[in-house]
């Protein structure tokens, strides 16, 4: 497997893995399919009924936007992408469960459903189950830190290191 995506700020860091490589890939091809349904259910919504149910249609909207961005920045994987990963699959982590509770709870708090109502249900819970798989394969692929690999810079400890002039 390549190790790619090193950091330069930590150069005893090991690189971390690809986030769109091997079971990446797979994760990837999901989120595309996820992101691509609701992107045209919302579309679909907002043009044609969004006065019916503003809330619930916006939410739509939203998790598709979610979708897509967490799509690009599973796929791209570098350093920057996987800062935008964790915040956009944390935040569809949240989202679904917090809007799934709420539409079971109060099964008309939202007027129609969303792609996040019955926590996924309409979509397979794949919405349930996905944020959670993406962030265990974020850290799953996360940069490994070095135990006892000192940085270029660092002083010694004297206790440790004899003193040139003894």
Not at 37 to 51: D, N, P, V
């Amino acid at each position: 497997m390549t190790r790619a995506d090193a950091t330069p700020a930590d150069p005893g860091a090991t690189p971390a893995r690809r986030t769109g490589s091997g079971f990446g890939r797979l994760l990837v091809t999901v989120y595309g399919v996820l992101a691509f349904a609701a992107l045209g259910r919302s579309s679909y919504e907002l043009a044609t009924k969004f006065t019916e149910a503003p809330v619930a249609y916006s939410l739509s909207t939203l998790s598709a936007v979610v979708y897509v961005i967490a799509t690009l920045a599973l796929a791209k994987g570098g350093p920057r992408w996987r800062v935008v990963a964790w915040v956009t699959v944390a935040f569809e982590a949240v989202g679904v469960v917090a809007v799934g509770t709420a539409s079971v709870v109060a099964p008309d708090v939202f007027g129609e459903t969303t792609v996040w109502s019955g926590l996924g249900q309409g979509y397979g819970y794949i919405p349930l189950v996905l944020p959670f798989v993406g962030l265990w394969w974020l850290w799953h692929t996360r940069p490994s830190r070095p135990h006892a690999v000192p940085r270029p810079g660092r002083t010694h400890d004297s206790s440790t290191t004899p003193h040139p002039e003894a």
